[in-house]
T-cell receptor, first 111, second 115 residues
Framework: SQQGEEDPQALSIQEGENATMNCSYKTSINNLQWYRQNSGRGLVHLILIRSNEREKHSGRLRVTLDTSKKSSSLLITASRAADTASYFCATDAGSNYQLIWGAGTKLIIKP | SAVISQKPSRDICQRGTSLTIQCQVDSQVTMMFWYRQQPGQSLTLIATANQGSEATYESGFVIDKFPISRPNLTFSTLTVSNMSPEDSSIYLC????????????FGPGTRLTVT
């Protein structure tokens, strides 16, 4: 089942600009994750943020989590052509290690 | 992190036939999952593959259509049975380990086209 909604559905920016994607969810969570999927390939885990954390960094990635608003954002700074991909948020389903997936944001970086 | 391989990477099958997709993990993992993904869409969980017991299926998916095996902690198969064009999709295998909480590792996917 899907509980995450992401916006925008698609985002096209120039190389070097920052890209921000948002994710909203419906139920309480223990953690939220972001994944990247290059066209026609499997997903790659980017970052996990726990419910008691507000912000987390990994290289050019910055993730924020606002549990009061049930939302998260992923910021990619100084974007590169290689960042062109679909980005998905996923929240834990509370048991059995299953994840609930957002609809995804398709990011295109124009050279 | 675990490395996951899937076979075949893609296939074109006739209506009414069956295809078995294999998923191999390079280390023992706690959980293995099978997903379906339509192009440009999000992931839909088909089932959780349980080691040594029957898989746990999500609503809308049944064992007769999608039989799953998991004979050990590193290997699983998904069969798409009696295929129809509606089964054309990308099928993804993933795995996670309790040591790394909910982080899932994914195989490259199997692109299935049913004609």
């Amino acid at each position: 089942s899907q509980q995450g909604e992401e916006d925008p559905q698609a985002l096209s920016i120039q190389e070097g600009e920052n890209a921000t994607m948002n994710c909203s969810y419906k139920t309480s969570i223990n953690n939220l994750q972001w994944y990247r999927q290059n066209s026609g390939r499997g997903l790659v885990h980017l970052i996990l943020i726990r419910s008691n954390e507000r912000e987390k960094h990994s290289g050019r990635l910055r993730v924020t989590l606002d549990t009061s608003k049930k939302s998260s954002s992923l910021l990619i700074t100084a974007s590169r052509a290689a960042d062109t991909a679909s980005y998905f948020c996923a929240t834990d389903a509370g048991s059995n290690y299953q994840l609930i997936w957002g609809a995804g944001t398709k990011l295109i970086i124009k050279p | 992190s675990a490395v996951i391989s899937q076979k075949p990477s893609r296939d074109i099958c006739q209506r009414g036939t069956s295809l078995t997709i294999q998923c191999q993990v390079d280390s023992q993992v706690t959980m293995m999952f099978w997903y379906r993904q339509q192009p440009g869409q999000s992931l839909t969980l088909i089932a959780t593959a349980n080691q040594g017991s029957e898989a746990t299926y999500e609503s809308g998916f049944v064992i007769d259509k999608f039989p799953i095996s998991r004979p050990n902690l590193t290997f699983s198969t998904l069969t798409v049975s009696n295929m129809s064009p509606e089964d054309s999709s990308i099928y993804l295998c993933s795995a996670c380990d309790r040591a790394h909480s909910y982080e899932q590792y994914f195989g490259p996917g199997t692109r299935l086209t049913v004609t």
